[in-house]
């Protein structure tokens, strides 16, 4: 069993930037890939971001690539979501989660919002 609590969300304005936190506990942390999700009102669940265990490869959705950047720190049990150069299609609440492989995720995170103001 993992549980992973999100923080760092909020308000921000277009052009700013915001880093979302994800903390893991349970098993050990450095044993899986994580990713980051994303939800607008009324919209489904979307990828955002995955990072291997190590940390030494990322995988990133179109409309993120190039402005966000995820990152892990194992020792802290803690993955990361820096976003800059924010745009108000990016509000939503964001949730990480454990990647099982084959495109499967577990393990979700409550979520933090983030919401991005014109």
């Known amino acids: 069993q993992v549980q992973l609590v999100e923080s760092g969300g909020g308000l921000a304005q277009a052009g700013g930037s915001l880093r979302l936190s994800c903390a893991a506990s349970g098993r050990t942390f450095s044993g899986y890939a994580m990713g980051w999700f994303r939800q607008a009102a009324g919209k489904e669940r979307e990828f955002v971001a995955r990072?291997?265990?190590?940390?030494?490869?990322?995988y990133y959705a179109e409309s993120v690539k190039g402005r966000f950047t995820i990152s892990r720190d194992n020792a802290k049990s803690t993955v990361y979501l820096q976003m800059n150069s924010l745009k108000p299609e990016d509000t939503a609440v964001y949730y990480c989660?454990?990647?099982?492989?084959?495109?499967?995720?577990?393990?979700w995170g409550q979520g933090t919002q983030v919401t991005v103001s014109s």
């Open positions: 990072i291997s265990r190590s940390g030494d490869s990322a």
């Open positions: 989660a454990v990647y099982k492989g084959a495109g499967s995720y577990d393990y």
